[in-house]
């Protein structure tokens, strides 16, 4: 079946704008993870989703950062008043239980101007 | 807090050269160790080693978690230009999200 897909591929924005990252998991998966990984760096954790709800919003970087998901399937994360360092490839995976093997998207890569 | 450091950061070789990569963990409650390879934006899954499965192999690659010592061993046989990538570890522990490390560099050269 499909993997997990990301859009948009590539998102360029200028400071001050606000963008929605979408995340579309496997489908049947119940867990949804975001990450961000930024240039040299590994993968930082930010949000997971256990179906609809949010159990662990530890990695948010700031008030800023939000993510929801609906249905059990799609998840927006939106970045609000973007900063230059929120440039980075903001990742998405999701398991079908957790903790189980996550599976990832391609990215979206962000560039903050 | 959990924490994954990785060695070396990078790594040149020839093919058919072996490598050994090296990950080691501090994490409460340990649950899994996860190998990905990252070539261009998503990492791959390569292997998962628990408690009660310590060894993975497939293929050139295979892997090894020695719990006593909190580290695991990542060892590519008679490598190719195609290994080339980030191969990124991970630890699950006792909170439900994974912990990655930096990852190592490797690039193979013909």
């Known amino acids: 079946g499909a993997g997990v897909s990301q859009s948009p591929s590539n998102k360029v924005t200028e400071k001050g704008k606000d963008v929605e990252l979408r995340c579309d998991p496997i489908?049947?998966?119940?867990?949804l993870y975001w990450y961000r990984q930024s240039l040299g760096q590994g993968l930082e954790f930010l949000i997971y989703?256990?179906?609809?709800?949010?159990?662990?919003k530890s990695g948010l970087p700031s008030d800023r950062f939000s993510a929801e998901r609906t249905g059990g399937s799609v998840s927006t994360l939106t970045i609000q008043r973007t900063q230059q360092e929120d440039s980075a490839v903001y990742l998405c995976?999701?398991?079908?239980?957790?903790?189980?093997?996550?599976?990832f998207g391609p990215g979206t890569r962000l560039t903050v101007l | 807090e959990d924490k994954v450091v990785q060695s070396p950061l990078s790594l040149v070789v020839h093919e058919g050269d072996t490598v050994t990569l090296n990950c080691s963990y501090e994490?409460?409650?340990?649950?899994?160790l996860l190998w990905y390879k990252q070539e261009k934006k998503a990492p791959t899954f390569l292997f998962m080693l628990?408690?009660?499965?310590i060894e993975k192999k497939s293929g050139r690659l295979s892997s090894i978690l020695d719990k006593k010592e909190l580290s695991s061993i990542l060892n590519i046989t008679a490598t190719q230009t195609g290994d080339s990538a980030i191969y990124l570890c991970?630890?699950?522990?006792?909170?439900?999200?994974?912990?990655f490390g930096k990852g190592t560099l490797l690039t193979v050269n013909p």
């Open positions: 994490v409460t409650n340990f649950r899994s």
């Open positions: 628990t408690s009660s499965g």
């Open positions: 489908s049947g998966h119940t867990a």
């Open positions: 995976a999701s398991s079908l239980v957790t903790p189980d093997t996550q599976y």
């Open positions: 989703f256990q179906g609809n709800s949010a159990p662990d």
């Open positions: 991970a630890v699950g522990g006792s909170n439900y999200k994974l912990t």
